[in-house]
């Protein structure tokens, strides 16, 4: 223990230098913002204790559990702990603990809630990105949480990238009662599931067994490459490649309207029926060019009572992305579920193809119909029944009648049953509102999709449900909304929302007022159906490959910068298979699509431009998603624009800790930056330009010729560890590999890399036949690590924790002294600034107060009282006394001070503010604009009609007991620049600004006062 602090305190002395020296240099205008917005997919973010006395919301922006007091008329904060970063998931243990998932933490947080005030007591390491947590098994004291087969904190980091035929979905199994290894916990059982990255978990009733449900599990759906359709189109005959005979070209149209031939391109084919042929629109076999199996195995089933636990069956054809699940007492599992239509070519209005004559008996395009919204029902038996959630919806139909988005459920993130199973409520983020399904109706396969079966969360903004949780006690539903960071109550009797609190979050204005425009269907698409969100799932992507060239548009000129080699080849409207690129990390990187065709320079702006490229994808909403009302104005691009550029890419979990690389991976970054002519022309770093301070991370926004019949952008390479899971592809020419073209089995994924997901693996792709300058298998295998442990904009300790009890271990210590060192280690932030690579925050309860620390560029860890003096590293381990717990966090650089001292940012130091009686996290909620439309108001048969969501009065909850909650308009307080809050509303308090429970008196007339302007604002509306 000695030899470790004095290992501390050199380390402090040198970092003492170091900061000094970053803080004099460090230029204020290139500082990270306070807040950095990775849009993690809350899976379970409610529940309720075992009494029925609190309720348990993860506050996911604040990186905090909320805990709210249920025995008065309305919810109630009663407390805030600080956890991990981005919590999307909360399950209760036994009355005194609650565990919280953190996503970009890769832990679990163990919260004693039983202490005052309550705290952190253990912090479990497990896998990459965990999503779910449930108890099941004896005594439900076994916790289960689904994570990728991948990170720092595992056995093999990598995650086996380069072994085929293995599952990428582990379920972490831990005993509550022997947690085991001080640092991160030791698991009972790693479950591996043959599927991708894993989502949502269920257990029933019994507890006997858990289900898991593969997020991104596809649909049996992948790319013929180009080099395996034949040429010469719809008059092609089959041909011979390599000794493989395929069918033919590619399926009529083969040109636009104008007679514009489009590319020779590859062809998304679909396996209809599980180990049946591999056919395309025309019904032609291509299995020939498929060289693996896809068991589409979406949900696993677990025996939770063996020890260790197992799998034990699985179920395939659940659904394309699954979100939530729950398990009725007849043992029935439900699956919340979209199903993608990527097999179906082209967006836009259809015409041309309809004149064409080319494809009988299929829809001309996927205008509207993207993921079509489920339940699927699997039985105890194995049985798997979907059910449309939205069978009134006719895609074909233009325009669309008026009344279908309100009879729509979009985006269905969760599923909750009543204690009797008879009603399923099924959060619809797409649409802002919660479906009322009647669990007869699943059974008998058909919904009835009637106007009232929805609770709107609409008024007078979308709220964005995520997750549901009944109390059947109090006949209430709370639900927790996105868009706004609520607490949402609902009366079951009236479906009238009663309360709305608005937890403190730290978004800026540009993520809370542009974050609806991603996911609203409702607004955004005139089925109701369709968003953004659809495919770029929580911002990111849906892992597969459309064709979404459109035959009725045409040519456009390419204006955007050449790479070493290239011209500039007009975009020709159709463009064959492309797989759904991700939102994050789009600043910095210039055009968009894979081609480019995206450009701010098509408007006459500058061709790098990325916020102004994102603008022209405003054609899509009318063209892709089926709005019939047109584009978005222009205000409303602006801020989805806005809202885009803060996506941001998550730290690589194949990266080391310490950011330091492997030998062969090290070996691949020599080869990267200095093999001359890797391509014959230039090094890799020539055309995947990598260079931190103008924040460019495999590409600098110029496209290349590589070989084939377009030109495409330079694609960056933050994300090439994430498309591992397709092994096997045919030969072809553009791939020069001498073999390996046998099927391998099966596999969890159908598309890989390259732009249409036709390479199997990085491997292969440095196979192409245009990387001349390679010597060997052993330097292509050493630039594949390379590739797969790629920089990212954040290091890969940010987000790492460890929690330090009284006694602490060398294990334990060993882990806090890393993250101390990679807080002090400098790093280039994107834009230029040099920061360090973590702001290393310290959390915990010390003398029964929760307390803040942040290690500051003097080496010393500062508190959240001003007038402290500044603590070593000894000081702090000398806090390890008694019931005194820490938690050390590699919090993103610029986040620090917010997440350890000054939650609001107001310059005062929280535990200042609370000596002094005031709130911490009383920062004014930031309006979110009101919803351009809205839903008719529907008569309800047992309370009278009900005013969309009653109108109810917006609490801020911050983090003290009955100190903050301001009651007024739904809107909240704040002002958003450039928002038009309607003549003579200056949105400053969003109401009489009444505190509740600030002094006696005042709580009563406020509930008083929201009561009587809910009245009033029904009897208008009703009037």
Not at 173 to 183: H, I, K, P, Q, T
Not at 244 to 254: C, E, K, Q, S
Request: some cysteine.
């Amino acid at each position: 223990m000695e030899r470790l602090r004095t290992g501390w305190g050199l380390r402090a002395r040198t970092a003492v230098l170091v900061a000094g020296t970053l803080a004099m240099t460090l230029p204020a205008s290139a500082q990270p913002g306070s807040f950095i917005n990775f849009e993690s997919g809350p899976v379970r973010p409610l529940a309720i204790s075992a009494d029925g006395a609190s309720l348990y919301a993860v506050n996911t922006p604040d990186a905090r559990l909320e805990i709210f007091d249920l025995t008065g008329a309305a919810p109630r904060l009663d407390a805030s702990v600080a956890v991990g970063l981005e919590p999307v998931a909360v399950a209760v243990e036994s009355a005194g603990r609650v565990w919280v998932v953190n996503h970009l933490s890769d832990s679990v947080s163990v919260v004693d809630v039983a202490s005052s005030p309550p705290r952190v007591v253990r912090t479990l390491h497990v896998g990459d990105e965990p999503r779910d947590i449930v108890f099941a098994g004896p005594g439900r004291r076994r916790a289960f949480i689904t994570t990728a087969h991948r990170g720092q904190n595992t056995p093999d980091p990598t995650g086996a990238y380069q072994t085929p035929g293995i599952g990428r979905a582990d379920v972490w199994v831990f005993d509550a009662d022997a947690l085991g290894a001080e640092l991160g916990g030791t698991p009972r059982a790693v479950v591996n599931l043959f599927g991708d990255v894993p989502r949502a978990l269920a257990v029933t009733p019994d507890g006997a067994r858990v289900y898991a449900a593969v997020f991104f599990s596809g649909n049996r759906t992948t790319t013929v490459p180009e080099g395996a359709v034949c040429d010469g189109g719809a008059g092609a005959g089959p041909c011979d490649v390599f000794g493989t005979m395929y069918p033919g070209g590619l399926p009529a149209p083969n040109t636009n309207h104008a007679g514009l031939p489009g590319p020779e391109t590859g062809l998304i084919i679909r396996q209809p029926t599980l180990g049946g042929p591999w056919v395309d629109e025309l019904g032609r076999d291509w299995s020939a060019a498929v060289r693996f199996t896809l068991p589409d195995e979406d949900v696993f089933a677990i025996d939770a009572m063996a020890d260790p636990p197992v799998e034990v069956a699985a179920y395939a054809g659940v659904g394309t992305v699954l979100f939530g699940m729950a398990v009725h007492p007849s043992g029935d599992l439900l699956v919340v579920n979209t199903e993608a239509h990527n097999e179906i070519r082209f967006e836009g209005p259809g015409d041309y193809v309809r004149t064409t004559m080319a494809r009988p008996g299929l829809p001309p395009t996927v205008r509207g119909r993207l993921h079509e919204s489920r339940i699927t029902r699997v039985t105890p038996a194995g049985a798997v029944t979907p059910v449309p959630l939205n069978p009134h919806l006719d895609y074909a139909a233009s325009p669309q009648p008026a009344d279908a988005r309100w009879r729509t459920l979009a985006t269905p993130t969760a599923i909750a049953l009543s204690a009797d199973g008879a009603t399923a409520y099924v959060s619809a983020l797409g649409s802002s509102s919660i479906g009322v399904v009647p669990t007869g109706e699943v059974t008998a396969g058909t919904i009835d999709p009637s106007l009232d079966r929805a609770i709107w969360l609409r008024d007078p903004y979308p709220g964005g449900p995520v997750g549901l949780v009944v109390d059947d006690a109090r006949g209430a539903l709370y639900a927790l909304t996105r868009f706004d960071n609520a607490v949402v109550t609902i009366d079951l009797a009236s479906r009238a929302v009663t309360a709305r609190t608005r937890m403190h979050s730290p978004e800026p204005a540009e993520v809370v007022v542009g974050r609806p425009l991603l996911y609203d269907a409702a607004y955004t698409s005139s089925t109701g159906e369709a968003s953004c969100a659809s495919c770029h799932v929580f911002g990111d992507n849906d892992q597969l490959g459309w064709d979404l060239g459109n035959p009725d548009d045409d040519a456009l000129p390419n204006p955007n910068p050449r790479g070493v080699i290239g011209t500039n080849q007009p975009f020709n409207p159709l463009k064959g298979p492309m797989t759904t690129q991700s939102l994050r990390g789009l600043a910095n990187h210039g055009p968009m699509h894979w081609r480019g065709d995206r450009t701010a320079a098509h408007s006459g702006g500058d061709p790098l431009d990325e916020r102004n490229a994102f603008v022209e994808f405003n054609v899509a909403f009318a063209g892709l998603l089926g709005r019939d009302e047109g584009p978005l104005t222009e205000v409303e691009m602006g801020r989805f624009a806005d809202f885009a550029m803060t996506l941001t890419y998550p730290p690589n979990p194949i990266r080391r800790l310490d950011n330091t690389l492997r030998a062969n991976e090290d070996r691949g970054r020599d080869i990267y930056f200095n093999r001359a002519g890797i391509d014959a022309v230039a090094t890799c770093n020539g055309c995947h330009v990598y260079d931190r301070a103008r924040g460019f991370f495999g590409g600098d926004g110029r496209f290349t010729f590589e070989g084939e019949p377009q030109h495409f952008k330079v694609a960056h390479l933050r994300n090439a560890y994430t498309k591992v899971g397709m092994f096997g592809m045919p030969a072809v020419s553009f791939v020069s590999d001498p073999g390996g073209h046998a099927s391998t089995g099966p596999q969890v994924r159908g598309f890989g890399y390259l732009h249409d997901g036709s390479v199997d693996t990085a491997l292969r792709f440095f196979h192409a036949s245009v990387f001349v300058g390679f010597s060997s298998l052993a330097e292509r295998e050493d630039m594949t690590a390379f590739v797969m442990a790629f920089d990212s904009d954040l290091p890969p300790v940010v987000g790492q924790q460890v929690t330090l009890a009284p006694g602490a271990g060398l294990e334990a210590l060993n882990r806090a002294s890393l993250l101390i060192q990679r807080a002090q280690a400098p790093m280039v932030w994107p834009g230029g600034a040099t920061v360090t690579e973590c702001d290393l925050v310290v959390r915990g309860v010390v003398a029964g107060e929760d307390r803040g620390f942040l290690l500051e560029a003097d080496g010393n860890f500062h508190s959240d009282r001003a007038g402290e003096p500044p603590r070593t590293t000894a000081d702090m381990l000398a806090l390890l006394t008694g019931a005194n717990v820490l938690t050390v966090t590699c919090a993103p650089p610029g986040s620090g001070a917010r997440m350890a001292y000054d939650r609001d940012e107001d310059g005062a130091r929280d535990r200042d503010e609370l000596d002094g009686a005031a709130d911490p996290a009383d920062r004014a909620p930031i309006a979110i604009p009101a919803s351009p439309i809205a839903p008719p108001v529907m008569p309800m048969t047992d309370a009278g009609p009900v005013d969309l969501d009653a109108g109810a009065p917006v609490a801020d909850a911050g983090p003290t007991p009955g100190r903050d909650a301001d009651v007024g308009s739904d809107a909240g307080p704040g002002v958003v620049p450039g928002v038009d809050a309607g003549p003579g509303d200056t949105m400053t308090d969003g109401g009489c600004g009444c505190r509740v429970g600030a002094r006696p008196g005042r709580a009563p007339l406020g509930l008083l006062l929201g009561a009587l302007a809910v009245l009033l604002a029904r009897r208008r509306r009703l009037g």
